[in-house]
Structures are given as C-alpha cells and as structure tokens.
C-alpha cells in the first residue's frame, strides 16, 4: 500500500488513514493523504502510463489512496480533453490557448472526480451514509457515485440552486434537502443531524479523498503538455478542492521526477458578488473572512467561507498569480462568446474564467504570448433557468 498516513495541513499531525476521518482531531483543519513517493517512483514512470490503462482518472491508481485490488466506484470520470481554443484566443491576440472541459464528465461537472475517489474510500472504510452540503455540482456527483456504490446519499441544498441539480439528485435517488440559505448554512443544517443520523460528512476539504479525485486535473494536464507544465492556470473557485488538489499533484509530480520545479501561476476567479479569496488576496490577508450577502448565478463560486481559505491563498502567492472577480453579466456575456466560437456551451463559473483571462490580460497580468490553460469545470446546461432570466 502506498498511501501512508494522512497529515494535517495545519498542525502535521499524523492520522491513520484505515479509519473514517473529517477534520483533524487536534485542531479540526483538513487532512491531506501523503504517499510514500519513493516507492512510487520505482513502480510508476511516465513511460508506463501507456494507453491500457484506460482513461478514466484511475489510470493514476498508484497515487491515489484506494489499496489495490479493490474495485473503483466508477462512471468512467477524468480523462477529458485539452482543447485548443483557437477560435477565443485568436480574438485576445492569444495563440496558445486551452481549455479543459470538464463538462464532459458524468454528471456533467468536475465534481465526479472527487467523488469518485471520496466514495470509493469511504465504502472501503465501511460508510453506508453519505452527507454532503452542495452548491449543486457536488450533490449530483455524490447521488450517482452512492448509488452506483449502493450507499445512502443526503443531499442539502439552498433551495436556489440550479433546478436541474436538484432533479438530477432527486433522479439518482438522493434525499434531498432543500434548505433557505447559502451552503454554509446548508452544512451547518447538515452538521445538527450527522451524529444522530450516521451519516458519514463529505464535504469539501472535510473529509480528505474528495481532494485526491481533483488532484488528477493536475496529473491529466501535465501528461497531455507533455510534462511541461502551462504559464498560467485560471480556476472557478469556491471551496478551493480543484486549485489545492492540482497544486499538490505538481509536488508529487516533481517528488516522482515527472515534472521540474517550475510551476504555472495560480489564477482563482471568483464572483463579484461572493468574492472572499479576491478580497483577502487583495488586502494580504492570510484568511478569508465570511463574504457578507454572498448572491450569484455560478452557484460553485456561491461559497462565502470556505475551511481551507488559507491553503488558497498560501497557493496564489507562492504561484506569484492572483485572483480576480467577474460579475454575472459579464459571465452570462461570455458564455455565448466562448459558445460561438468554440463550441461549448460552459458553466458560469467556466464562463467567469474565460472573463476573466481578458481583465488579466488589459492589466498585464497575463501576456498574449503565454501558453494559459482555462478550467471550464461544468456544463451550461445544468444553469438553464439562469441563462433564460439572463436574456430576458
Ligand atoms: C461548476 C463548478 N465550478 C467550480 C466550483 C468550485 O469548486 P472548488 O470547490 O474546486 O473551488 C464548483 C463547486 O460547486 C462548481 O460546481
Ligand atoms: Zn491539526
């Protein structure tokens, strides 16, 4: 097994994976999995991720925490195209441009890697009731992942998401929760009832394999640059799973010699009207306060505190990026842009990014001649009734 233990990000205390685990039981900050790497090296190269090993994330099976020889709970996520956008760049003066679609994932949404990887553990670990509090993307991922695993799914939500997240869960066979508020006040909800219930929490940075599944953005996106990592990497942030995970995957990368230490800055996007980490990057802070009135249509970014606010910021400095914030219009704007000219129909929250690649650009903050890879992180069909109240 080469999954060693899980560490705390904030004290380093050392936790035994082979038990459930949320928070760190000294000083309730996320648990990480750290793997013997050394080992890795020897057993895995670049060389042997030949294309037998399918394409769906657990193609990467040596890094990731599940033992081996146990089934993967899977619909076949990961393995999504690096798509050139030449069409959009061409129009930002930009010749290497790419796009991540994420929207091809089941469920339709990058979220499918996390859970993918969280349900699989957490069945191995014997959880038989799964709990999530969801901006919508989430909860549809972990209703198919539990059914597909034959686990409970409870699902809360702020009874604005997206109507089709709430179908899509319902479908699934989730129990569903709608609740007045924003996802914070949907886990705290979740939190009152977990210990009576026996449900098993999984939510975002709170339980430490969601993270694992994300991590493999940054495995998939290395292997098709050829291991050469971009200059510039734009990211919807909400709770931050999509930005830490691809950042530890680069150290893992450089501990298995795969990459070399340069490493791409670090972009989160965020909406004006819930921008925390915008705000707190901006003032220097070290934390992210709770966003007061947080309102969006990008129901992802609608996250006004997030538990591992100071790992995204530590992550956005080191990188030397930064973090911007787009508001609704200029997303709802963009997704036709991008539609119209390469063929996607992205989420909002993928929208925002594509925004906000031209307000780095008018500030210099990117230059045209830099090779950037935009995360579109789920599928605009998912965001339907937003984009008709958009256009009325
Ligand atoms: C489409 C989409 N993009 C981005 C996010 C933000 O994700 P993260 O938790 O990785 O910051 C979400 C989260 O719900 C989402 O659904
Ligand atoms: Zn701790």
């Known amino acids: 097994m080469l999954l060693t233990h899980l560490t705390c990000t904030s004290c380093g205390l050392r936790h035994d994976w082979k038990k459930l685990h949320n928070l760190c039981i000294a000083c309730q900050k996320p648990l990480v999995a750290i793997y013997d790497l050394e080992n890795i090296r020897l057993v895995l190269t670049r060389e042997g991720l030949t294309a037998r090993r399918g ?49 091809q994932n089941p469920t339709q949404s990058f979220k499918a890697r996390g859970m993918s990887v969280a349900v699989s553990m957490a069945k191995y670990l014997g959880a038989t009731k799964l709990a999530v509090p969801s901006a919508g993307n989430a909860g549809g991922a ?69 993270l694992e599944g994300k991590k493999t953005l940054g495995y998939e ?67 992210a306060p709770e966003f007061p009135k947080a309102h969006t249509i990008a129901s992802g970014l609608r996250v006004p505190k997030a538990i591992a606010d100071f790992l995204m910021l530590k992550i956005l400095r080191e990188s030397k990026g930064g973090a911007v914030a787009i508001d609704d219009e200029q997303m709802i704007r963009t997704t036709r842009e991008l539609g119209s000219t390469e063929g996607l129909f992205v989420a909002p929250e993928g929208a925002a990014c594509f925004a906000a690649l031209k307000s780095l650009l008018e500030a210099k903050q990117i230059s045209p001649d830099e090779q950037v890879v935009v995360f579109n992180t789920g599928s605009g069909i998912k965001y339907l009734d937003c984009y008709e109240e958009g256009t009325r």
Request: charged share 25%; proline share 6%; glycine share 10%.
């Open 221 to 287: 996106l290395a292997e098709q640059l050829n291991w050469q990592l971009p200059e510039a990497i734009l990211y919807p942030t909400g709770g931050g799973t999509g930005l830490i995970g691809m950042w530890k995957a680069f150290d893992e990368m450089e501990a298995l010699g795969w990459i070399d230490r340069k490493r791409p800055r670090m972009f989160s996007v965020q909406a004006s009207g819930c921008a925390p980490i915008v705000n707190a990057f901006e003032k220097g802070e070290t934390s």
């Open 55 to 103: 394409k769906s994330l657990w193609r990467f099976h040596e890094v990731l925490p599940l033992p081996p020889n146990t089934e993967p709970v899977s619909l076949g996520e990961g393995g999504t195209p690096l798509l050139w956008a030449k069409r959009f760049g061409k129009k930002c003066g930009m010749e290497n441009l790419w796009i991540k679609d994420e929207s």
């Open 142 to 210: 972990l209703a198919a992942y539990a059914a597909r695993a034959g686990l409970e799914a409870h699902v809360f939500m702020p009874r604005d998401t997206p109507r089709a997240n709430i179908i899509e869960c319902r479908e699934l066979g989730a129990d569903v929760t709608l609740v007045d508020g924003l996802i914070t006040d949907c886990g705290a909800e979740l939190a009152k009832r977990k210990e009576a219930e026996g449900w098993f929490e999984m939510s975002t940075l709170k339980e430490p394999y969601r």
